[in-house]
Structure formats: C-alpha cells, structure tokens
C-alpha cells in the first residue's frame, strides 16, 4: 500500500466528495510535483488544500518556509498534528483568505475551487506555481484561440503569465477515482505582452465577452453598457472566440476611450 492509501486507512479520514477531495497516492508524481516547482531552502512556498499531507512532507524537506492553507478541520489537525513547527498551517476557506507572502504556490487544486484560486494567484506577485488540476481545466489554462477550450480563463492568464502543461496525470493515480484524468500545470509570471490603457477595464471587457461568447461583441457590450450603437470600436461584428488577445486589448483600449 502507498503513503496515502495507509493514511486514509490509519487515520480513518474519509476523502470527501462534496469538497471535491481526490487525495494523491502516486508518490512519484508528488516527486515530479514539487521538481517543477524548483524549490530552494529559502523560497517561501504555499500550499493550498494539504490534504493528507503527500505533497507537504516534501516541500519541508526542500524549504524552511511553508505555509498551508486547509478548510477542512479534520485534516486541519492532521497536518498539525504530524507537522507541527515544520509548517504553519492556516485554518481557513483559501478562496476567501488573503495569501501570505509567497515565492512558490503548490497545490493539488480540488475542481471545485480552481477558478477562483487561479483569478486569486494573479493578483499576487511570486516566481513559480505548479498545480494539479483537472485535464479540462488545464486544456483551458492553455487554450489556441478558436477552440473550444478558448476562455476567459485563457485570455487573463495569457496576458500575466506563461503556462504550461508539463504531465497528465491518470486518474487512477488518486483515491477516490476520480471520473476524469488530472494535468500538473506549471505558472510563471511575465510581462503582458501587449499593452492596454486600462487593466480593469480589460478584464471587464474579457469577462463581457466571454459571458456571452456566442453573441456578436458588440451586443454582449452594449446590454453591459459598455458602449452605445455608432460608437467607434473594433470587432464588435466579430465573437470573442475568434480573437487573438491583444485584438481583445483593442476593444478595451477603444471601450475606456469612450469613457474618458
């Protein structure tokens, strides 16, 4: 039996569905996990959603900084438990509390929460971020313009960061099955490759349009009053879909001219 198979039975911690708790018990791809992640001692690293802690008694081996977030309070006193003054642990929901300072992010993300923790990493600044999430999830993360995978979540992060796949991840690798296969996705900070005049109204626009991605752009914009017919701006005959990022960046540049 695997680490994880021998603690859910030791502990008598039953993965739950409802948190979306898929616990790792491939202990090699932990190995891989925390390799891309390129961890030194003095990197600080935060982990959210420990779980049974497969991916946490490696990172303490490789740093001398780490902090986990955990919702769940069985496990909350597990990690403590079997941790105690290696880590500190923050008992508390990750999507609504604020990050502490971190230069590398690791996570085995439940489906559940992984859109807002991945729109919540973004506004933070730090070096790396490798997490497993869903295989859909991270088709999306890396989507080709005019896919179906094409997404809002695609153009936001586009324009903050380069991901990656580096594996997929079978689902037999974790306990319970879950229905559908997982990919480690590495994330790396960068300078937006295009420039816009105003990033929030970027983002509002990307959102907009995405809300609505099967309607023409400029009546997803104008039911959002973001503009008026006979207004000057690009596309608006054209679907988001179909457009690169930065031509999206000229919508939102001609959208904040309008309002200043």
Known sequence: MNDTGRLIADTGIVPKKSKGQNFLIDDRVADRHIGYAGISKNDKVLEV???????????????????????DDILA??????????????HADAVKEPFPEFDV?????PYSV????????????????????????????????GSPDYSRLTVN???????????????????????????????APREAPFK????RT???????????RRKKIGTSLKSAHMMESGDDVPYI???VEHLRPEQIGEIADAVFRLKH
């Open 77 to 90: 006193d597990y990690i403590t438990q079997t941790y105690g003054d290696s880590l500190k642990l923050i």
């Open 196 to 199: 816009v005049l105003d990033e």
């Open 237 to 239: 005959d054209e679907r």
């Open 49 to 71: 959603g420990p779980g049974l802690g497969i991916l946490t008694k490696r990172l303490i081996e490789v740093s001398d900084d780490v902090t986990c977030i955990e919702i």
């Open 157 to 187: 992060l586009f324009y903050r960061v380069d991901c990656e796949i580096m594996e997929t991840v079978p689902a037999s690798r974790f306990n319970p099955r879950p229905k559908v296969d997982s990919a480690l996705v590495r994330i």
């Open 202 to 212: 970027f983002f509002k626009v990307v959102e907009v349009t995405f809300n609505h």
């Open 114 to 145: 992984s859109t807002p923790i991945i729109f919540k990493l973004l506004e933070y600044d730090f070096r790396t971020a490798v997490v497993m999430v869903q295989k859909e999830f991270a088709d999306r993360m890396v989507a080709m313009v």
């Open 105 to 109: 992010f690791v996570s085995n993300l």
